[in-house]
């Protein structure tokens, strides 16, 4: 079992900042990709950021490409959003995944609200 913990949301003004981590327990996150998906009211959760295992390869959704940057660090267990430039459509709950051989782990999600 692996449990996911997200921190680092907050409310924010338009062109503002936020880091977003994820702590991971129970398992090492080291081996497997991980990533960040986001759930705006009324929408359906959706594809943000993900990270390999090594860093090596990295992927992002169009509307955050060139404002976001996802790392990891093996070491520590833990992933991170850096956010920058925030815009009100960013504003939604942040979950953090990992992707492992026998299902995929979902942390409880972090609200992330950008003021315009």
């Known amino acids: 079992q692996m449990q996911l913990v997200e921190s680092g949301g907050g409310l924010v003004q338009a062109g503002g900042s936020l880091r977003l981590s994820c702590a991971a327990s129970g398992r090492t996150l080291s081996g497997y990709t991980m990533g960040w998906f986001r759930q705006a009211p009324g929408k359906e959760r959706e594809f943000v950021a993900t990270?390999?295992?090594?860093?090596?390869?990295?992927t992002y959704a169009d509307s955050v490409k060139g404002r976001f940057t996802i790392s990891r660090d093996n070491a520590k267990n833990t992933v991170s959003l850096e956010m920058n430039s925030l815009k009100s459509e960013d504003t939604a709950i942040y979950y953090c995944n990992a992707r492992l051989p026998d299902r995929d782990y979902w942390g409880q999600g972090t609200q992330v609200t950008v003021s315009s």
């Open positions: 990270i390999n295992w090594s860093g090596s390869r990295i």
